[in-house]
């Protein structure tokens, strides 16, 4: 098993550019989740899912499109993203909302100008 | 105020001391308490996982919480260079929408 992956590893764009994160699982996890993660700040919730076809805000939602068309994959948009958008994104997956057993891809680092 | 607070460190301990790592918070309906290992560069790694007040131990770690105090801690017994990692704790009311991180502890563990 893969676990969760993650593509790009690294990413620069330029303010105003769009760009889609990628994140798959092979375990057959219903429940997916975008973090992203900040110098002194803890994880925060983007945007999650609970299976194919369904998904909802996080703590911090704003700039930040997802779908989920199949179990395996939740990519991760940026509408227009914007240099406060800088950070290192985690994708995670686990068996069900209340599974507390988390697994991590290993990170997309983003840098916008 | 954040709802998770947790001492950046760098915390740099000899070989074999005993490791205290501690995380206090505000809100009094978290109940499922968390401890993730992440390794530079890495993703998180789930560590120990606790729901409500108690100690947990596997291995040469233990995990408590005392929930009248708002106050949890990971210990490391015997440490490694292999536990130079940043810790972080996280905690949850319901389940994994409410999660809350605090921000991580980054250990050093000198041979």
């Known amino acids: 098993n893969a676990g969760v992956t993650q593509t790009p590893k690294f990413q620069v764009l330029k303010t105003g550019q769009s760009m889609t994160l990628q994140c798959a699982q092979d375990?057959?996890?219903?429940?997916m989740s975008w973090y992203r993660q900040d110098p002194g700040m803890g994880l925060r919730l983007i945007h999650y899912?609970?299976?194919?076809?369904?998904?909802d805000q996080g703590e911090v939602p704003n700039g930040y499109n997802v779908s989920r068309s199949t179990t395996e994959d939740f990519p991760l948009r940026l509408l227009s993203a914007a240099p406060s958008q800088t950070s290192v994104y985690f994708c995670?997956?686990?068996?069900?909302?209340?599974?507390?057993?988390?697994?991590f891809g290993p990170g997309t680092r983003l840098t916008v100008t | 105020q954040k709802e998770v607070e947790q001492d950046p460190g760098p915390l740099s301990v000899p070989e074999g001391a005993i490791v205290s790592l501690n995380c206090t918070y505000s809100?009094?309906?978290?109940?499922?308490f968390m401890w993730y290992r992440q390794y530079s560069r890495k993703g998180p790694e789930l560590l120990m996982y606790?729901?409500?007040?108690g100690n947990k131990e596997d291995g040469r770690f233990t995990a408590q919480v005392d929930k009248s105090s708002k106050y949890i801690s990971l210990f490391i017994r015997d440490s490694q260079p292999s536990d130079s990692a940043t810790y972080l704790c996280?905690?949850?009311?319901?389940?994994?929408?409410?999660?809350?991180f605090g921000a991580g502890t980054r250990l050093t563990v000198k041979p």
């Open positions: 809100n009094s309906a978290f109940q499922y």
């Open positions: 995670a997956s686990s068996y069900s909302t209340e599974s507390y057993e988390q697994y």
């Open positions: 375990m057959n996890h219903e429940y």
């Open positions: 606790t729901y409500s007040s």
């Open positions: 996280a905690m949850s009311p319901y389940n994994n929408n409410d999660m809350r």
């Open positions: 899912s609970v299976g194919a076809g369904i998904t």
